[in-house]
T-cell receptor, first 118, second 114 residues
Framework: GAGVSQSPSNKVTEKGKDVELRCDPISGHTALYWYRQRLGQGLEFLIYFQGNSAPDKSGLPSDRFSAERTGESVSTLTIQRTQQEDSAVYLC????????????????FGPGTRLTVL | SQELEQSPQSLIVQEGKNLTINCTSSKTLYGLYWYKQKYGEGLIFLMMLQKGGEEKSHEKITAKLDEKKQQSSLHITASQPSHAGIYLCGAAILSGAGSYQLTFGKGTKLSVIP
């Protein structure tokens, strides 16, 4: 079956421009996560959507970052006025339900979008 | 905040050799997750360990969570080129907004020479 897809796979932009990254989760997955992976660093949690609940935005690094999700489908991560430190691979994941720490709903990851800010 | 340290950072082994990757946490682990990442692909879930002393295997990959639950090791027996990639360990943390999220180590890059 179809997995998590992300687009574009690569994005090169100039400093100061806005970018929009897209994630298509697995159909029926209520939970959706965005992560950032900078070169030589571990994955950083950015934002989490669960069903129709208010998203957990606690991982967003600045107010230039925002994300939306329409129902339980597509999500877009928007970065405004991009900076060079925003260069990273942005990964999206989805799961059948929330992650409750002890009980784990496996997160299925997309291939990521590699963002380069010149 | 919980930090995960992985060692080594990178590893080059001859095909057929065994290898071990370690993941050490600054706090007690309540769930330890191993993932594999290949360039251009998403992370692939390998296994989850919860109980101290627990050991799980998937094909030629075995992972253990130590009794004190602050360290996990991932062992690959008779490595193959298909094992090459970046191995990431993850742990559950409570986010600033009170939801459980995964925090990851920086990864161990494994190369297997035929």
């Amino acid at each position: 079956g179809a997995g998590v897809s992300q687009s574009p796979s690569n994005k090169v932009t100039e400093k100061g421009k806005d970018v929009e990254l897209r994630c298509d989760p697995i159909s029926g997955h209520t939970a959706l996560y965005w992560y950032r992976q900078r070169l030589g660093q571990g994955l950083e949690f950015l934002i989490y959507f669960q069903g129709n609940s208010a998203p957990d935005k606690s991982g967003l690094p600045s107010d230039r970052f925002s994300a939306e999700r329409t129902g339980e489908s597509v999500s877009t991560l928007t970065i405004q006025r991009t900076q060079q430190e925003d260069s990273a691979v942005y990964l999206c994941a989805s799961s059948t339900g929330p992650f409750r720490g002890i009980s784990y709903n496996e997160q299925f990851f997309g291939p990521g979008t590699r963002l380069t800010v010149l | 905040s919980q930090e995960l340290e992985q060692s080594p950072q990178s590893l080059i082994v001859q095909e057929g050799k065994n290898l071990t990757i370690n993941c050490t946490s600054s706090k007690t682990l309540y769930g330890l997750y191993w993932y594999k990442q290949k360039y251009g692909e998403g992370l692939i879930f390998l296994m989850m360990l919860q109980k101290g002393g627990e050991e799980k295997s998937h094909e030629k990959i075995t992972a253990k969570l130590d009794e004190k639950k602050q360290q996990s090791s991932l062992h690959i027996t008779a490595s193959q080129p298909s094992h090459a990639g970046i191995y990431l360990c993850g742990a559950a943390i409570l986010s600033g907004a009170g939801s459980y999220q995964l925090t990851f180590g920086k990864g161990t890059k494994l190369s297997v020479i035929p």
